[in-house]
């Protein structure tokens, strides 16, 4: 039953959420990237890499990681033996993610690329995290959640790193 409602949806929720990336964020980071870096002088250098991002190069970061998490979910389609620390930590780092594109919006006071998926799939998200804390505990949580967050972090990096030199 699991599977039905949170593992196979992971994936489609990732896309969503990823298509509303991919279709403004260049067009709104050259609109609104100077501004920003007027605003979040600490942020300088990443607001600069995401306004050289063209939407083939975060096209190409996207489908990296949806090929990284159709691997985990077929991983935990086949029960592999630390499925459930894997799926959960992918989970978790993309409901941070959600998270994250909310703050950004209450920090600009507006719409930043990825932000209505974000309100839309916060539902999804909060209801995964509930289940996962129904079998794990507070520790093991918040360390799904730590390397969850490490590995997009590091993935990220080189999905933009490829996405840049493919296109």
């Known amino acids: 039953m699991i599977y039905l ?15 509303e ?14 501004a920003l870096a007027e605003k979040f002088p600490r942020f ?9 991002l063209d939407t083939k190069a975060f096209s190409i970061a996207a489908l990296e990681e949806l090929v990284a998490l159709l691997l985990i979910t077929a991983y935990v389609l086949v029960q592999g033996r630390f499925a459930l620390w ?14 994250v594109h909310i703050g950004q919006g209450i920090a600009v006071r507006g719409y930043v ?22 079998v794990m505990g507070g520790v093991e949580m918040l360390s799904c959640l730590v390397a969850g967050v490490v590995f997009m972090a590091i993935n990220l990096r080189f999905a933009h790193w490829l996405g840049m030199r493919l296109s």
């Open 5 to 19: 409602i949170l593992v196979l949806p992971f994936p489609f929720a990732f896309v969503i959420h990823e298509v």
């Open 21 to 34: 990336e991919v279709v403004v964020q260049h067009r709104w980071m050259q609109a609104h990237g100077e």
């Open 44 to 52: 300088r250098a990443i607001i600069e890499h995401l306004a050289r």
């Open 86 to 99: 894997v799926w959960s930590a992918a989970f978790m780092a993309f409901s941070f993610h959600l998270l």
């Open 113 to 134: 690329p990825g932000l209505a998926t974000s309100l839309m799939l916060l539902p999804f998200a909060a209801y995964g995290v509930w289940s996962i804390w129904l």
